[in-house]
């Protein structure tokens, strides 16, 4: 579930008077972040971290389908999650029902499950 106000609130105070640096690759700048710190949490690829030493873990990846829909409720909560084999995608979020915005229409994403390689996003190791 996503608490009230979504994530961003939590963030944004987790990071107050915290230096960012966005879109940068750590492992361009690993030596030198090792050496600014005396822990560093590192929260990529632990594969990756340890330089594939003992290869490439599994991971599953996903492939998300965004709709508008023409309907005020499509599914009656935020997660519907479905385990049938007939049926291709895991799960439909409805992004109003995490807070409860009242609008004619609606937002669906239909999650597709999807096989993993090298560059793409690794959601879930497996
Ligand atoms: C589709 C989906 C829906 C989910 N829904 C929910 C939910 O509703 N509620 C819930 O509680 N949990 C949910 N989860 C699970 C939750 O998102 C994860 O458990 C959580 O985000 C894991 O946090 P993390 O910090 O370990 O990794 P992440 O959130 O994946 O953060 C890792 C960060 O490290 C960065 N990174 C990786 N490699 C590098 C690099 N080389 N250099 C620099 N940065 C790097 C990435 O860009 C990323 O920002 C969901 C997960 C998925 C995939």
């Known amino acids: ?19 960012l640096g966005l879109g940068v690759d750590c492992f ?8 600014s710190a005396n822990k ?19 991971y599953r990846s996903l492939r998300f ?11 009656g909560n935020a997660v519907v999650s479905y385990t049938d084999r007939e049926i291709p995608y895991t799960r439909i979020i409805e992004h109003k029902k995490f807070e409860y915005v009242l609008q004619p229409k609606t937002v ?7 096989d993993w390689k090298r560059g793409d996003e690794p959601y879930y190791p497996i």
């Open 65 to 75: 389908k965004h709709e508008v829909l023409d309907e005020e409720n499509h599914q």
């Open 108 to 114: 669906i994403t239909r999650e597709y499950p999807a």
């Open 28 to 35: 361009d700048y690993r030596e030198e972040l090792e050496a």
């Open 40 to 58: 560093v949490a590192f929260t990529g690829m632990i594969d990756q971290y340890f330089d594939y030493k003992h290869g490439v873990l599994e």
């Open 1 to 19: 579930m996503i608490p009230i106000g979504g994530y961003n609130v939590i963030i944004e105070n987790i990071l107050k008077d915290v230096e």
